[in-house]
């Protein structure tokens, strides 16, 4: 079977949309335009009509077919490629559909197989939504969605993306675009009157042009920030299928159709970072074996505590969620380790600064009332968030789960199927080990990243272990002969 016929337009409108602007542009500007500018408008068209080309030889050249074993795909024209996947491989046939797609009417498939290697599954760009369907229908065996749901946005959700920390960088980038797309046509932004009065009135009104710069900047990132939520998340809804597959349906502009195999699923994440967390607000991903690195992992988007801890224990089936026990607390030079890490940098800062005015002889009168103040306010911050990394600190079991916790900026719950751990790393810097602390990583099956127990005292981080999966780490340890401790053992060999 050939993609939709629809396709070779898809690819075109990649190339008008981006064009048109820049038509308007060059039109406005062409008094202004010179060979530096001409060329790079050249290149630009040059490259939309590569990118065109591109499409339409992938039109001509894909093929797919479903058979009753195999799904197969074949493409390329110099470099062709053919691709097969076992049909009892599949585990997710996700689509995802952006503006374009769907004014033509069209979707992207990806047929993944629960494995790293993105190479092991592949992706269908340009497959009418019926086609789409029944194609998802065919490789997974499911017919329509029961009435599962386990969460759905609710508008008062919304406001928790006003807290998102991109807020600032969504801000500032307008202004950063419109310096490049000036510089791209070789104008002076002195040269732009209303640039040279704002410049004029700054220096006459420095704090007043600030505050209304940094209101600015934040009314334009929070406004980002609640779009970007809306067209992400608007009628988002997370459902257990019949066939006990998690499936996160969300979108507004772009749709995606995400699903998750319950047997891939290892365990739930909850992340806090600290504006979110301020507001009582958190968010829940999966953790789960055989992901690639692009594919998403979100099963709720920022939404209330309460929300994300009642989620989580419908994710994992359980009457209590594991993210909300009490922990066990780590030892004292834990917290030794992070003041030290949190008073560091304004000392060094402090130090460079009196590097640079014992080198330029001379410290500026500003320097001596606001110096003193920085130090200190930089040293209380560290201090509250060194206390606050502490007391996030905590590890423990509930049931068959492994639950850990850590972080502040970012504060991370993770919650780890005991069954899933098949290793565990055991790593100790030198100032770890003349804290008698260390740190351990459990590692699962197919998964590249390690879910951490951070800086716990080494009896207490090599029992609790052996405590969670019993016998794993006994063949790497010795019990200590001599002043033996409590858990009765040493560190390892």
Not at 30 to 52: K, P
Request: hydrophobic share 45%; with cysteine; aromatic share 8%.
């Amino acid at each position: 079977m050939r993609l939709d016929p629809r396709m070779p337009w898809l690819s075109l409108g990649w190339v008008a949309g981006p064009l048109a602007p820049l038509a308007i542009t060059a039109l406005v500007a062409r008094d202004r335009l010179n060979l530096q500018t001409a060329i790079t408008l050249g290149s630009i068209l040059v490259a939309f009509a590569v990118i065109s080309v591109i499409g339409l030889l992938r039109y001509a050249t894909t093929r797919y077919r479903v058979t009753g074993e195999r799904v197969e795909l074949r493409s390329g024209l110099l470099f062709r490629r053919h691709r097969s996947v076992p049909r009892d491989r599949v585990r997710s046939v996700d689509l995802t559909a952006n503006p374009l797609h769907r004014i033509f009417g069209l979707t992207t498939v990806k047929v993944g197989t629960g494995q790293n290697d993105a190479e092991k599954g592949f992706a269908l760009d340009g497959v009418s939504r019926a086609d789409a369907l029944r194609l998802r229908q065919s490789l997974l065996g499911r017919a329509a969605p029961a009435d599962s749901a386990i969460a759905e946005l609710r508008p008062a959700w919304i406001g928790y993306a006003l807290l998102s920390s991109w807020s600032l960088p969504l801000g500032l980038a307008p202004f950063g675009l419109f310096f490049r797309v000036l510089d791209m046509f070789g104008i002076n932004p002195a040269e732009v009157g209303f640039l040279g009065d704002l410049w004029a009135v700054t220096m006459t009104h420095p704090i007043a042009v600030a505050a209304v710069s940094a209101g600015v900047v934040l009314v334009i990132g929070l406004s980002c920030t609640l779009l970007l939520y809306i067209e992400s998340w608007w009628r988002f809804r997370l459902t257990r299928e019949p066939d006990r597959t998690l499936l996160v349906r969300r979108g507004l502009l772009t749709t995606r159709s995400l699903s998750l195999e319950e047997r891939r699923l290892r365990g739930v994440e909850v992340a806090e970072p600290l504006p979110l967390r301020w507001g009582g607000g958190a968010r829940l991903n999966a953790v789960a074996t055989g992901l690639a690195e692009d594919d998403s992992t979100a099963l709720l988007p920022p939404s209330p505590r309460a929300e994300v801890h009642r989620s989580a224990a419908a994710v994992l089936a359980e009457a209590v969620s594991p993210t909300l026990m009490t922990l066990r607390p780590h030892p004292r030079a834990a917290l030794r380790r992070r003041i030290v890490h949190a008073l560091w940098p304004p000392l060094v800062l402090v130090a460079l600064f009196a590097g640079l005015a014992a080198w330029l002889s001379r410290i500026p009168d500003l320097l001596w009332p606001v110096g003193p103040v920085l130090l200190l306010t930089g040293l209380s911050a560290g201090l509250l968030l060194a206390r606050d990394a502490y007391r996030n600190l905590g590890h423990g079991l509930h049931g068959g789960y492994l639950v850990t916790r850590y972080g502040t900026a970012r504060r991370r719950t993770v919650v780890l199927r005991r069954s899933a751990i098949i290793g565990w790393t055991v790593s100790r810097s030198p100032f770890q080990r003349r804290a008698g602390l260390l740190t351990l990583a459990a590692t699962t099956a197919a998964g590249k990243k390690a879910y951490k127990v951070r800086d716990v005292s080494v009896p207490q981080g090599l029992a609790f272990a052996e405590e969670s999966v019993p016998g794993l780490l006994a063949p790497f340890v010795h019990r200590s002969h001599g002043g033996q401790d409590r858990a009765g053992w040493s560190s390892p060999r």
